[in-house]
């Protein structure tokens, strides 16, 4: 699976999103490709250094991956880059900051200190930042809120994406098996439900994003309560984040949902009905055979043994727990998609709190102390970042990649069947011949 070398290093990545961090992985991943030669034979007794360097391709795809993540995010070691210029402007006078603790920035033009409404202040460009997150937000007392939301949003859209590709790997699958039967019994059903519910919320939230400014995003819908009515078919006009955000709404949520039902039965019914008739077609061909050979050597025979019934039990349990296991783990596995937004979560404000509690404590002296001071919190600063944000989350986002690849993505088309898997090895081949040749 090819495609594992850029999917897996972007799922850390979003786990991992910090541009500082990322490339602190990449300088260490590329010191080891370009020494390859001579740390090849050096500490290969130590395990932790030969997974380490065994890797050293993956690290260093996972730091490049990570640097991009940080820019989109943009997040350096918990600080913002202001490299296009905020789309944002504060017009307070110095009368009105130093009343308030804190002030509120208006993404519609807003009457502040004037006396006349020519006189409203924009406060915002409406052009949003060119690459990543504004980096006003460093400075909002809400920026938990934004982030939470965005990165929630990207975890879902992720992860359904994912998760359908899958679902179109065992399409391929299917052909290279010549096991057409399988694209009606169980692609179609299961493309079609993951469509009908999920696509469909990809698109609620790409029209969420398009449709709703600033300026009127306090009439944006919560797509959650949306998602709800549609499952209980409720489409209630209050409170107003539940209302209908498009025309003929209620109609195509409807349908989509009929749609998606239907698919449950049909994933479930339509492979052992089909294995059904395909095998009593068999054994009405083996019938027809045996009696045509029997007739033309001219021998009765009694009919003492009768066709076996067929043994249907296991493929309708077999097939029963398919279809359980993968409506219900569409449900489950997006939600464990979520754990993208959580570690970057947990990552971000790991690396914020290590700012504020040790490194803000020389920058915020002055003079020559500030510069001693920033001199002696360096060390631990760096080493805590090294130790806890790199290696311990580092390895925590690896783990959580690795499993979303296994649980969440491979078992939408890989059965794991046939021969174990034997990495090629010219040393057991050579043990394998014997020694007289």
Known sequence: MPFVLITFPFLFAVMFGDAGHGLIVSIFAIWMVLKEKTLKTKWRTQ??????????????????FSIYTGLI???????????FGSSWRVKFDDKTLIKSESVTLEPNPTLYNSTTPDQFQQMYS?????????????????????????????AIIIGIIQMGFGVFLSLWNHFHFKHYHGIFVEFL??????????????????????????????????????????MLLSYPDNPP???????????????????????????LLAKPIYTIIKRRKRNNQKHLTVTNRLASNDIEMN???????????????????HTIEYFLGCISHTASYLRLWALSLAHAQLSEVLWHMVFHIGLSMNGYIGGIASFMVFMPWSSLTIFILLLMEGLSAFLH???????????????GEGYPFVPFSFKIILEEIPPDT
Request: charged share 15%; with cysteine.
């Open 303 to 321: 009919d003492h043994h009768p066709n076996q019934e067929i043994d249907m039990s296991e493929v309708w349990v077999e097939q029963g727990i």
């Open 73 to 83: 995010y943009n997040d350096v070691f918990s600080k913002s880059f202001n490299i």
């Open 241 to 267: 984040s539940s209302r209908l955000i498009y025309k003929g709404q209620k109609t195509v949520q409807t349908a989509l949902l009929a749609v998606a039902v239907i698919c449950i039965p049909w994933m």
């Open 47 to 64: 395990e932790v250094w030969t997974i380490f360097f065994g890797g050293r391709y993956i690290i260093l795809l996972m730091g490049l």
């Open 401 to 415: 990649a690795l499993r979303l690849h296994w649980v969440e993505f491979q078992s939408k088309f890989y059965k």
């Open 126 to 154: 409406s052009n949003p930042y060119l690459l990543g997150i504004d980096p006003i937000w460093q400075l909002a007392d809400n920026k938990i809120t934004f982030t939470n939301s965005a990165k929630m949003k990207f």
């Open 189 to 230: 059903p299961q493309i079609i439900f993951l469509s009908s519910i999920f696509f469909y919320l990809i698109i609620l939230i790409f029209y969420k994003w398009t449709n709703y400014q600033g300026k009127d995003g306090g009439d944006a819908p919560s797509l959650l309560i949306h998602l709800i009515n549609m």
